[in-house]
């Protein structure tokens, strides 16, 4: 199933069932063109397509909130459609995309979890990093799902675009909550302290909109990211 929905210059693409295992893609509406965030797996990859190009603006950028497949399986097939797009992923992950999973100075000692593409042909062209900007949106480094997780900041709404910091099937989670309808994403999840700390930075930038990687967004989202925060500061995953 393919549904689409919008907030104003954001258009949330989600692949899957709306009352349950979904995975989201999103297109955000600038002067000249779009910026896709993200691009589920190569079978949605036409229906994506599809939708582009019914809101009628070529996609000029490409970001990656992280790595795992189920957000970038797509990228080969959007490049290809949309050969002039810059295509951007945070430094940090890039090294894991690429198959070096060393931790770095400062990082817990736990090992990356998740699935990753086995190979990608698309190179990267901007590799981002905390504090940049992208058009009309701010890079925030959200670490826990996995160590280069970006989060992505509308400057003109505050919608934010938490990638997989943040999941709300089953209730609004903190990547490594545990939520029986979708046990994969806890599962995935790196570093559960980081996930902690990078929800609550999150959630100091008072967002008006979450949208997150899976399942449906919220809108005036503060008191569901304040439950999920606790309920995960108090649980032992």
Known sequence: MFVVYRYGSI????????????????????????????????????????????????????????????????????????????????????????????????EED????????????????????DGDRIGSLLVIAVPGHTPGSIALLDERTRTLIAGDAFQSIGGLAVAGQFRPAIPMHAKGTWSNAASLTSARTIRTLAPSLLCVGHGPSLAD???????????AGGSQI
Do not use: W
């Not at 459609?81 to 400062?106: K, T």
């Not at 736990?110 to 990093?129: A, K, N, W």
């Not at 989202?221 to 309920?231: H, L, N, R, V, W």
């Open 221 to 231: 989202p503060g008191d569901a990211m304040d439950q999920a925060i606790a309920e």
């Open 110 to 129: 736990m090992p990356v979890q998740g699935i990753y593409p086995e190979r990608m042909r698309t190179p990267f062209d901007l590799l981002l990093e």
């Open 11 to 106: 258009y949330q693409m989600m692949i899957g069932n709306p009352d349950g295992l979904s995975v989201n893609v999103f297109a955000v509406q600038e002067h000249d063109g779009l910026t896709l965030i993200d691009t589920a797996i190569p079978p949605a990859s036409g229906a994506i397509l599809q939708e582009v190009n019914q809101i009628g603006l070529p996609v000029i950028r490409i970001i990656l909130t992280h790595g795992h497949h189920d957000h970038t399986g797509g990228l080969d097939l959007m490049k290809e459609a949309f050969p002039e797009a810059i295509v951007c992923i945070s430094r940090r992950e890039s090294r894991i995309v690429q198959g070096d999973l060393s931790l770095e100075d400062g």
